[in-house]
């Protein structure tokens, strides 16, 4: 007995038809099918029988299926469609966007908390009364206040360049589809890190040594970033805000690292099978 199929059409099960009645009927790749054997509906040109259908080449001969049990088929393919309308999401995740958008958000939200956090800081400065203090206290501020605005411009920049970015870190359908993504956030992150520090910590310490000298722990007080400002400072952050870049990108390359040698040792296997 020949192998037999059942299809949607508008959410209508039809069927069972053979190959040579599929292909009176109009049958499209799109179209999903299902018969005895399969564990949900699949498009057509996913199956190899249907797949001659949708091209020029000449239709085979089908084959006969020993076994076929057309009751089977009949009691089975109800219970496939009930079953089976989870897998447009399935899929969706299988393909990876499900992954790589949220992640694109994610970024788009961290730029836009870059661009307004030179302004939450001055609301504070503002608040503080710092303008009834000397001048060399409001020089130091407002020039350090610049530096952050400065610091804050880069950090906007880079998770506003790197928000599109994320969205082709990884090819559709592959096996290792966060893997990647999480990858260029560590990196993304350590670029931001990195110049925040350099940039904040290089230019509050030079600022807070200039105007306030042996006071410059004034500005830790209304600065209220995790930084120590010192004299030294203007050394160490550019190098510590450099360390952690390399280490971010290290882990970023390492992951993706991982994920291809995964992915080669896979074709390697398929191809060998082959």
Known sequence: MNQVYYYLDNNEQKGPLGVDQLKSVGLKPETSVWAEGFDSWKPAKEVG??????SN?????????????????????????LTGFIAPFLSYIDSGKMFRKPFSW?????????????????????????????????????LSWTVLCIACWVGFQIWWDRKDKVLSTSEEDSDFSITPVISHLFQTFGEWLGSFIAIVGFGFSMFGTIFLGSE????????????????????????????????????????????????????????TKK
């Not at 291809?260 to 296997?269: D, G, L, M, R, S």
Request: proline content about 8%; aromatic content about 12%.
């Open 49 to 54: 029988e249907l797949k001659p259908l949708f």
């Open 57 to 81: 080449k000449k239709t085979p001969s089908v084959k006969p299926v020993i076994g076929g049990n057309l009751a089977s088929v009949k009691k089975a393919a109800p219970l496939a469609l």
């Open 106 to 142: 994610l970024y788009t939200l961290l730029a836009g908390l870059n661009a307004i956090l030179p302004f939450y800081l001055l609301y504070t400065i503002i608040r503080g009364s710092i303008f009834n203090a000397p001048i060399k206290y409001v020089l130091a501020i407002l």
């Open 216 to 271: 410059i722990a004034y500005l830790s007080y209304v600065m209220p970033l995790p930084l120590d400002i010192s004299p030294i400072g203007m050394i160490l952050y550019p190098v510590y805000g450099f360390a952690t870049l390399v280490i971010f990108r290290y882990l970023a390359e390492l992951c993706r690292c991982l994920a291809a040698i995964a992915n080669n040792t896979k074709a390697t296997a398929n191809n």
